[in-house]
């Protein structure tokens, strides 16, 4: 597995969006505008490949300086349940002490609250709907 920051309008953020389309949007009959595209233009994408294939993805946004918000994390269909997200995930967190954050919070479908528990972010919300399905705000100290 290789894991590198994908540039924002790039042929390999093309892919990113692609994958993040089928796993995450298609099954709830969404899909992306151009808005939300250009509005990730100044956020921190990253990348998970095997043998230059994308097989996941997440975005990191800048919420304060010394906040981040993980988004859109995405494991391709039949890899999830492999190591995939917790070795991605570990890099999103290393990237973000990089680039000077000190926390990490994200809005956490209800079905993979527990893989992010695994992870040390804890519930810091009560569940909403977003994107019509139930959410939790969920948060890590860096």
Not at 28 to 41: I, N, V
Not at 78 to 105: C, P, W
């Amino acid at each position: 597995m290789a894991l590198k920051i994908i540039d924002h309008g790039s042929r390999d953020y093309r892919k990113m969006i692609d994958l993040r389309y089928q796993i995450l949007r298609k099954p709830l009959g969404l899909s992306f505008t151009e808005a939300d595209l250009a509005a990730e233009k100044n956020d921190i994408l990253i990348g998970c490949y095997d043998d230059d294939k994308l097989e996941a993805c997440c975005v990191l946004t800048k919420t304060d300086p010394k906040t981040v918000r993980l988004r859109q994390m995405a494991v391709g269909a039949g890899l999830q349940g492999k190591g995939i997200g917790r070795v991605l995930m570990s890099f999103a967190e290393n990237i973000a002490r990089d680039h000077g954050y000190r926390r990490i919070t994200m809005h956490a479908r209800k079905s993979v609250l527990g893989f992010y528990e695994k992870s040390g972010y804890k519930v810091t919300g009560h569940e909403f709907e977003e994107v019509t399905i139930p959410h939790h705000v969920m948060e890590k100290e860096l």
